[in-house]
């Protein structure tokens, strides 16, 4: 239409998972697909447009828009996901699961960019097979420091293994705010352990080299409260950006 600009954009599509609660807006409240701002602004500041995905009127097929997922924190992992029953401490939302999970195994079998974290974490593990500690304090005392009370968040640092994402982004040492009570048990075949706490605390999981799955990142902290240190952010919408170009290649030679 003559007189308006034309939408051109070069910005990865970051698709990002929602939360589905509870919220309020001007003079009303009620149920709402909310996401921090500290996630936006991440990828923002990474070069990248956020595009929310909410786990109500959506399926695994929007990925085909998309250049890159972004799994978010939140509540845990429904334990009947990886075959356990809950513990006390367990609060979970089975139909954001559902999504959650969903479009994690459809990034991964798309090899899209994928970056999870927290929970998305967790999710990426459970996805491929793998199982959660449900209550770390229970297995050492000390992880309560992991969230050390009702919306404070924890310090954690880390170690990373060579030839790594982690490593190549953030060195050997770093730390992170962090705010969990789970953690991965079992691994998932795979994904291989790429950071660890000093108490063992698993804190990154990355595809097994042989996977040739494409990027896939899952941290157990929270890297996006980190507004000085966008490491992981820009490697992330990096690959998103080669994954656009990649197929837009793809689709130049089919036509």
């Not at 990865?12 to 701002?37: K, L, N």
């Not at 290649?249 to 089919?254: C, D, K, L, Q, T």
């Amino acid at each position: 239409m003559a007189g308006l600009p034309a939408l051109v954009t070069s910005r990865p599509r970051i698709g990002v998972t929602t939360y589905w609660q509870p919220a309020s807006w001007g003079v009303w409240d009620g149920p709402a697909a909310i996401v921090p701002a500290a996630y936006i602004r991440a990828v923002d500041d990474a070069g990248g447009t956020p595009l929310l995905l909410p786990p109500v009127g959506g399926d695994a097929g929007v990925l085909s828009l998309l250049d890159g997922l972004l799994v978010i924190g939140g509540s845990d992992v429904d334990p009947s996901y990886y075959g356990a029953a809950p513990h006390p401490r367990t609060v979970s939302q089975p139909d954001r699961d559902d999504h959650d999970l969903a479009l994690t195994r459809a990034a991964v079998a798309a090899g899209m960019p994928l970056f999870a974290i927290c929970r998305g974490a967790q999710i990426l593990n459970v996805a491929l097979g793998g199982t959660l500690h449900q209550h770390l304090p229970d297995i050492d005392q000390d992880a309560e420091r992991y969230r050390p009370a009702p919306g404070v968040f924890g310090s954690v640092d880390f170690t990373t293994t060579p030839g790594s994402i982690a490593r190549q982004l953030l060195g050997k040492h770093a730390s992170s705010p962090c705010y969990h009570h789970q953690g991965l048990d079992v691994v998932a075949d795979g994904l291989r352990v790429t950071a660890r706490a000093a108490d063992g605390t698993v804190e990154a999981v990355e595809f097994e080299p042989p996977s040739g799955a494409g990027w896939a990142l899952g941290v157990q902290f929270h890297p996006e409260e980190n507004g000085q240190d966008r490491r992981l952010f820009g490697g992330f919408v990096d690959a998103a950006g080669t994954h656009a170009q990649h197929r837009a290649s793809r689709g130049r030679r089919a036509s």
